[in-house]
């Protein structure tokens, strides 16, 4: 079955950027999605496809996809984002979704 | 605006089958593209998808647990309903189901969640 990476954690100042990576063998060739999801709230799509944002989320939020690596950023990082952050794939036979990332907002 | 939310019971026995509601509102699982997912999440773990059905009645289980779930729906109701059988306490966890966004592999709604325990 397909594997998904991330760093269990990732921490960054208010104001600066957060760069969360999601890894698996060419990643490049899937659509990856990405969720951010707080403490006893259910998981919220923010990137999709890759690079998209769904509606309502914001332009700090962005992402990037090659090779075996996909990456979201979170620029200008306000305390409101500090959450659990997943990646998610589909690998033709499995919904399969990363280990999770939490981002911590010092 | 698309809803959902999971209902059941809380408290599940080793070794009963759980069975869980998804009632949601806002689209139907009628037009071509539309889907439901069911996921969970143990306490303090990563996101695990169950099960999808799509709006011509085809389904898809996680290899995993494949065995063990069945999903369906009732489009006259809303509804999609998860089973799972043979509760073990490492079912534990928060169930979640979703909206497959149409013709893409993301969720794009979710519900709240419904936590299940399994202890005698």
């Known amino acids: 079955s397909y594997e998904l990476t991330q760093p269990p954690s990732v921490s960054v100042a208010p104001g600066q950027t957060a760069t969360i990576t999601c890894g698996g063998n060419n990643i490049g060739s899937l659509s990856v999605h990405w969720y951010q999801q707080k403490p006893g709230q259910a998981p919220v799509l923010v990137v999709c496809d890759d690079s998209d944002r769904p509606s309502g989320i914001p332009e700090r939020f962005s992402g990037s996809n090659s090779g075996n690596t996909a990456t979201l950023t979170i620029s200008r990082v306000e305390a409101g984002d500090e959450a659990d952050y997943y990646c998610q794939v589909w690998d033709s036979s499995s919904y399969v979704f990363g280990p999770g990332t939490k981002v911590t907002v010092l | 605006q698309i809803t959902l939310k999971e209902s059941g019971p809380a408290l599940v026995k080793p070794t009963q089958t759980l069975t869980l509601t998804c009632t949601f509102s806002g689209f139907t699982l009628i037009p071509s593209g539309v889907a439901v997912g069911w996921f969970r999440q143990p306490p303090g773990k990563a996101l695990e998808w169950l099960a999808l059905i799509y709006w011509d009645d085809n389904v898809r289980y996680s290899p995993s647990l494949k065995t063990r779930i069945t999903i369906a729906k009732d489009t006259s109701k809303n509804q999609v309903v998860l089973t799972m059988t043979h509760m073990d306490p490492v079912d534990t966890g928060t169930y979640y189901c979703?909206?497959?966004?149409?013709?893409?592999?993301?969720?794009?709604?979710w519900g709240q969640g419904t936590l299940v325990t399994v202890s005698s």
């Open positions: 979703a909206h497959r966004t149409v013709y893409k592999s993301s969720f794009d709604y």
